[in-house]
């Protein structure tokens, strides 16, 4: 089912560069060399991901249900960036491991060991902000970005439109 989904998606979104059949093959031969890896493995690389993703996807749809009263969409993307701010550092420390791992692949820290990099400070700048200990830290630098974004849009435009003290409009 999944797999069906997904493959009428990109057919219909790639009309002229890809059919339907070749997206169910392409997507059946990614998934089965994936599954190679297991889902620990799996979760292991899209947890730090999915930290960045799910902050976002949570904020756009609570915005959605208020749709009606937001009143332009510089408070949507405020929301976004707020949030970014800190699920990307959620994520970072998420990744740690993933990331000293990489550094030791690739021998960019071989005399550190695999503890190279360390976000001790970040995490504890994290803990640190308001509602963390119930998991959304995101959520007043959120509504806070959504504000300054959304109602300085509506201070420029309305700044815009107002008589100039030089005379012009």
């Given at each position: 089912g999944l797999i069906a989904t997904v493959g009428k998606y990109?057919?219909?979104?790639?009309?002229?560069?890809?059919?339907?059949?070749a997206a169910v093959i392409i997507i059946t031969v990614i998934s089965f060399f994936l599954s190679i890896f297991g889902v620990d493995a799996?979760?292991?690389?899209?947890?730090?991901?999915?930290?960045?993703?799910?902050?976002?996807?949570?904020?756009?749809?609570?915005?959605?249900?208020?749709?009606d009263y937001i009143p332009n969409r510089y408070f949507y993307g405020g929301a976004v960036f707020g949030t970014l701010c800190i699920s990307v550092l959620q994520g970072i420390v998420a990744a740690e491991d993933l990331i000293n791992g990489f550094l030791v692949k690739i021998g960019a820290m071989p005399m550190m060991g695999r503890d190279a990099l360390s976000f001790n400070t970040t995490v504890s700048m994290l803990r640190k902000l308001p509602l963390e200990r119930i998991g959304v830290p995101w959520l007043l630098p959120a509504i806070a970005a959504s504000l300054l974004f959304g109602f300085g849009f509506m201070l420029l435009e309305k700044t815009k439109r107002a008589p100039s003290i030089h005379g012009g409009v």
């Open positions: 990109f057919s219909e979104r790639f009309r002229n560069d890809i059919s339907y059949r799996i979760i292991y690389v899209a947890g730090p991901i999915l930290e960045i993703v799910y902050p976002v996807a949570i904020v756009l749809i609570i915005m959605n249900l208020f749709s």
